[in-house]
């Protein structure tokens, strides 16, 4: 039977190269397993023809899959299966960040690469997120999701710009069977040429499709949830807090499965400035469009988002170049902005040589609203990786408070849900420690027909109930459209 299916060959000399080197690297990587008593990962990229990676994440539909895309730089991935993973689980307090990224040096650092001495980018490559409080208990709709986790695929589909790729990924454990890579590259065959499957009630992407019908529960009910902003902005009064970001919960039920790639492509197509995201698992997957850059490593140089202060856009231009002007004057936006410059500051200053930080913010502007943003800019004094740098910057008071060791068990008291990974940290890694990492807002957990929706609104000295709740409804609008809900 031969080592690979004769498809391949068809497909260029890239999947023609990893039909014949995939089981020689795993017969290298068994002997330096044996040698070393330590598992080994094989990492072999060859070339691709021009492929769309969101097509790969639906053709994967029931394998454990991802997708990522960012256009700064530009980085479009779909990610199947895993060779390797590190999690935690459960209501036990997660391991630091750090030491999952310690983890990941160890089986990256006596990988078997293919090529040599590749290009960043071209490296072994894992992705990693964790729940906004792991150490909050799980409540139902994140039962059994993990608190942390760090995933290494087993097929990585990858495109920058006009350059496409495909990435396999094995890990070789001490004393086991020679893995048999043919059913592997079965696989890769079916990825890159079947049809993705389509979900009851079809592509909902599509404007001749019958949007399901659907409905609304929120989690509290609004009238709880503003009378918590309220209470919010009488402990402000008091000293108790400087700032908190109250999150809500809607829930969406509809009468069919919500198809997960249609609303994937729904996001990349209106809301792609910023990072198009999914993880699933099963039958649920988290997935949105996010604004909110939390941190990317490239070598020592380090970059860090500040996104906080929002509005509305306006109808026309002059209604919507008004509402920026007012955005950008009001004295309640701009000191809740610089409570967030100020704490990435204040993570990144001592690990830096240099920080550079923008003397005003600027406008991100989204289809739907407009935020100030600031970016800061570093050179790391040492080498480090992005996962080490999450941990400095996660929470920010974008989504948790002022100051953080107040912040989270306040939270816990006043929001009677768990997040989730609704505002945690999101993102990739490579061996080298590059990466990036965004923090996961705009986004929804989906399992079957039942969505789970979050938004947070930050709440400060001057915050009006009202006010609020409409934000929060602004920031679910996207992911509402997404999927088809009125």
């Known amino acids: 039977m031969p080592a690979h299916p004769a498809t ?10 990893l039909g014949r080197r995939l089981p020689a690297l795993i017969h290298s990587a068994a002997e330096r397993a044996a040698r070393t008593s330590r598992p080994v990962l094989v990492s072999l990229s060859v070339p691709l023809s021009p492929i769309e990676p969101m097509e790969i994440f639906e053709r994967a539909a ?3 899959r991802a997708y990522w895309r960012r256009q700064d730089p530009p980085l479009e991935m779909a990610a199947v299966g895993a060779s390797a993973e590190f999690r935690s689980d459960g209501v036990a307090p997660l391991p630091e960040p ?3 990224a310690a983890a990941w040096r160890a089986l990256a650092a006596d990988a078997c690469v293919e090529p040599a001495g590749s290009e960043p980018g071209l490296d072994p490559l894992c ?36 350059a496409c790729s495909l990435q396999v990924q094995v890990q070789v454990v001490p004393d086991g069977p020679l893995q048999d890579p043919g059913p592997l590259l079965c696989r890769v065959d079916e990825l890159l040429s079947g049809s993705p499957p389509r979900a009851v009630g079809g592509d909902s992407a599509r404007s001749d499709v019958a949007q399901p019908q659907v409905r609304a529960l929120d989690d509290p009910p609004p009238d709880a949830w503003r009378r918590a902003v309220t209470d919010i902005v009488a402990a402000i009064s008091r000293g108790e807090i400087e700032k908190l970001v ?10 069919r499965p919500f198809d997960c790639g249609a609303v994937l492509r729904r996001l990349r197509d209106r809301y792609g400035a910023g990072t198009v995201f999914a993880l699933a698992d099963g039958d649920r997957c988290f997935l949105g469009a996010t604004p909110e850059l939390l941190v990317s490593l490239r070598g020592r140089d380090v970059r860090a988002v500040a996104l906080a202060g929002s509005a509305p ?3 026309g231009a002059v209604e919507d170049g008004d509402r920026a002007q007012a955005l950008l004057a009001d004295p309640k936006e701009r000191r809740e902005h610089a409570m967030v410059v100020r704490a990435l500051e204040d993570a990144l200053a001592p690990v830096c040589i240099e920080l550079d930080v923008a003397p005003q913010p600027a406008l991100l502007r989204l289809p739907d609203v407009q935020h100030l943003q600031t970016d800061l800019r570093g050179t790391l004094a040492r080498s480090s990786t992005a996962l080490d740098l999450v941990d400095r910057l996660h929470p920010t008071p974008a989504v948790g408070g002022v100051p953080r060791e107040r912040a989270l068990p306040l939270l816990r008291d006043y929001e009677p849900f768990d997040r989730g990974w609704f505002a945690g940290p999101l993102g990739w890694m490579d061996a080298r420690g590059n990466g990036d990492f965004v923090v996961a807002i705009r986004s929804a957990l989906i399992e079957g027909g039942r969505a789970s929706l979050y938004a947070g609104c930050g709440i400060v000295a001057g915050s009006d109930a009202e006010s609020e709740y409409e934000e929060s409804r602004l920031k679910m609008r996207s992911m509402r459209w997404a999927l088809g809900a009125p």
């Open 127 to 162: 992705l990693s997120g964790s729940a906004f409080d792991p150490a909050r208990p799980p409540d139902a709709t994140w039962s059994g999701w993990p608190r942390g986790w760090l995933v290494v695929p087993t097929l990585l589909a990858l495109r920058r710009g006009d």
């Open 62 to 64: 029931g394998d454990r």
């Open 98 to 100: 750090g030491s999952m």
């Open 313 to 315: 856009r306006g109808r």
């Open 8 to 17: 391949l060959r068809d497909r260029g000399p890239g999947p023609a190269t």
């Open 246 to 255: 109250l999150a809500r919960r809607s829930t969406l039920e509809a009468d």
